[in-house]
């Protein structure tokens, strides 16, 4: 028994010294001069998520095709199918920063794989760029990983923008209390409208209800008599269309925004003609491109896939633009430096608008506004987040 | 302190008109919960066994109408003669496979059987329909508003009480007044000496599963056409909610069910009118009322008091 307890501690001990050591010596030898410059891929191409990492992987190969180049050098991608699985994400990771002697990781998709790669970025400080993995957690407390695509919350702010830009002063807020995006989400939007508004009582009710409930009527009936400019209602599409529709028969006018958990056709379904005019955010639209490059990124992709791209592809298209972008700032391809230029990242021209990293690590940017429009989601707006 | 003061403001505040629109929404409410909760109580006060099927049973009959209105374009009026049909005869199948090999059985084990009956159902429903939700049909002439000032009242919200009180009172008057009425409160009186007496305890069981269904079936397309979301977990919530209604009235008393529906949805929607920072507790507040009724009266509202024989 002892032993056994003497043994563990001594292996455990050990497996640390060589991490230590081992990615000490690395970082001088992968800056050495060659003619290649390495970024890893870490994706799940096999397992559950596979959809979404084959989709990822497009855009990635698709900007290393338009974008072979930095610093006089070819940029060779290493792919690494981290198979879906936790345990196999921190793994590969730590294969392509000490094997391959990757400069800088992009991936993954899903944010619990993003996050078990955290600490291996960490400890051996190469920087991670994170494709369309929202949950906070994933950049929170980790100066190494940084992402794409904008924090769930984040939402909050731009539906936030889209209100007091179209002239609301004053609003309800109805959140799904027991589900963390809709309390997120509207948090967010709370402080950011107060903030734009200058009046702490913009926000004039937050109304709770439960995920799975049926009758709003209550909360509606309150909400109808404080009579508000717009409501933020951010949740599950089921509940927020079974909401929506309530309102529209109790008489309540005032039109209703939430977050991209809308844009299913369940939301339609269930809603009906009632959720007509229903606004929400979301990352990335190709029927309005904002930018060159996502001009540039849609003929490409259309070239070779024949197809329509998703939002995923395009985020994993832009995550390899400020990986270059960086690399071609930092003048150099130590990942400490790189790591730092990546974190300066500003205006960046990507596909889904201009981005820039806030202090967290976490992209903010433009987001898409859509509507429901005669039983579609229809382009509605453009919003700047200041 | 905080509590209060926002308590009273809400009081203050309320106008007349929302006054008026929170007691329609709560006696619609109230009604559709008793509707269901009669199911309950008329199985219980038979076989002394607490039906959990019920709510998937009305989560069936949702389908069943999606089916015949949305699918086969049979005019709704139809459908819903068709659903209750559907739905008795589902009741049936269910007594008669799942409840009735246990006749003879140890009580636990009719109720484990009745939460088999729920998961079976649920997955079923899963496996046919799939998960996605699905839009109940829209029925024009029970979906319109009417207005009365400045209070929106859906038609549906008419007809629910209505349908509540009709079936109430039809019920009422076969248990009372008619000879199948006479069995089924002998069988719940004493079964074995029903049993004894010559009475066939197997038919007076499924008459009333067929006539708990068929209100569960009633009460189904209420619910569709007021909350329109179809899910197979659609019965669930309710099912939990009108079993308290039922309780809290005295589980086995008809009129008691009735009662504890109309506190349930009344209260639901009157703690979220006084008390709005409660708004995210509304579902706790079931399960405080059930608490605080068995506490003190644990017959339920309107339950008898009965002696354990031995």
Excluded at chain 1, 36 to 61: M, Q, W
Excluded at chain 2, 171 to 197: C, P, Q, W
Aim: proline content about 3%; some cysteine; glycine content about 8%.
């Amino acid at each position: 028994m002892k032993m056994k307890k003497v043994l563990s501690i001594l292996l455990a001990s050990a497996v640390m010294v060589s991490a230590l050591t081992g990615c000490g010596s690395d970082k001088k030898e992968s800056a050495a001069d060659s003619n290649t410059i390495k970024l890893g891929v870490f994706l799940p191409l096999t397992g559950d998520n596979a959809a979404g990492g084959e989709l990822e992987l497009r855009g990635i190969k698709l900007a290393n095709k338009l974008h072979p180049e930095v610093l006089g050098k070819k940029v060779e991608l290493v792919v690494a199918d981290n198979k879906s699985d936790k345990a196999e994400a921190a793994s590969v990771a730590a294969r392509l920063i000490e094997k391959d002697k990757v400069v800088t990781l992009l991936g993954s998709y899903g944010s619990s794989l993003a996050m078990a790669a955290g600490n291996i970025v960490k400890e051996s400080k190469v920087p991670a760029i994170g494709t369309s993995c929202t949950n906070p957690q994933v950049t929170a407390n980790n100066d190494y990983y940084f992402r794409a695509c904008f924090i769930d919350p984040f939402q909050g702010t731009v539906m936030a923008n889209y209100a007091y830009n179209k002239g609301a002063r004053k609003v309800a807020i109805v959140q799904e209390v027991s589900n963390d995006y809709s309390v997120g989400l509207a948090k967010f939007f709370k402080e950011a409208f107060v903030k734009l508004t200058g009046d702490k009582d913009a926000i004039i009710d937050i109304a709770n209800y439960q995920t799975g409930d049926k009758d709003f009527t209550a909360v509606l009936t309150n909400l109808k008599a404080k009579n508000p400019d717009a409501v933020f209602a951010p949740g599950n599409f089921t509940e927020s269309a079974l909401l929506i529709k309530q309102a529209r028969q109790l008489g309540i006018e005032a039109p209703f925004m939430g977050g991209d958990t809308w844009e299913t056709q369940e939301f339609i379904d269930v809603g009906g003609k009632e959720v007509e005019g229903a606004v929400m955010s979301t990352a990335f639209d190709r029927e309005k491109a904002s930018t060159e490059e996502a001009q540039k990124f849609l003929k490409a992709y259309t070239d070779e896939y024949k197809s329509e791209p998703s939002a995923l592809t395009a985020m994993a298209y832009d995550s390899y633009l400020i990986a270059i972008d960086a690399i071609k700032r930092a003048n150099s391809t130590d990942p400490q430096k790189i790591r730092d230029a990546i974190a300066k990242t500003k205006d960046l021209e990507a596909v889904t608008g201009k981005t820039t990293l806030d202090e967290n690590g976490d992209a903010i940017k433009a987001a898409v506004i859509k509507e429901v429009k005669n039983g579609k989601f229809k382009y509605l707006d453009f919003v700047d987040v200041k | 302190m905080d509590f209060f003061s926002e308590f009273f403001q809400a009081i203050t505040n309320m106008s007349a008109t929302s006054l008026a629109q929170h007691v329609v929404n709560g006696v619609s409410l109230g009604s559709l919960y008793a509707l269901i909760a009669i199911g309950y109580t008329m199985v219980y006060g038979i076989l002394l066994m607490i039906n959990f099927a019920h709510g998937d049973i009305v989560m069936m009959a949702c389908y069943f109408a999606f089916f015949g209105i949305t699918v086969f374009h049979i005019p709704w009026y139809f459908t819903f003669i068709g659903v209750i049909i559907a739905t008795a005869l589902l009741g049936a199948v269910i007594e008669r496979t799942a409840y009735r090999p246990l006749r003879d059985a140890p009580k636990n084990s009719v109720l484990i059987s009745a939460i088999g009956a729920s998961f079976l159902l649920e997955n079923l429903a899963n496996y046919l329909f799939s998960g996605r939700p699905l839009r109940f049909p829209d029925i024009p002439l029970l979906s319109s508003n009417i207005e009365v000032g400045d209070v929106q009242i859906q038609a549906i919200c008419i007809v629910i009480p209505i349908m509540t009180f009709l079936s109430l009172w039809l019920l009422l008057h076969i248990v009372n007044h008619t000879k199948i009425g006479m069995a089924m409160r002998a069988v719940s009186k004493d079964y074995e000496i029903a049993r004894v007496m010559g009475i066939n305890i197997d038919r007076v069981i499924s008459i009333t599963f067929i006539i708990g269904s068929a209100l569960a079936a009633i009460g189904a397309f209420m619910w569709g056409v007021r909350y329109p979301g179809i899910t197979p977990m659609l019965g669930v919530m309710p099912g939990l909610k009108c079993f308290i209604a039922a309780v809290i009235g005295g589980i086995g008393n008809i009129k008691g069910a009735v009662i504890g529906g109309f506190i349930l949805g009344l209260g639901e929607v009157f703690i979220v009118a006084f008390f709005p920072q409660l708004s995210g507790y509304r579902d706790a507040f079931a399960f405080i009322v059930l608490i605080i009724i068995l506490f003190y009266k644990p017959t339920g509202l309107l339950g008898e008091k009965t002696t354990e024989k031995v």
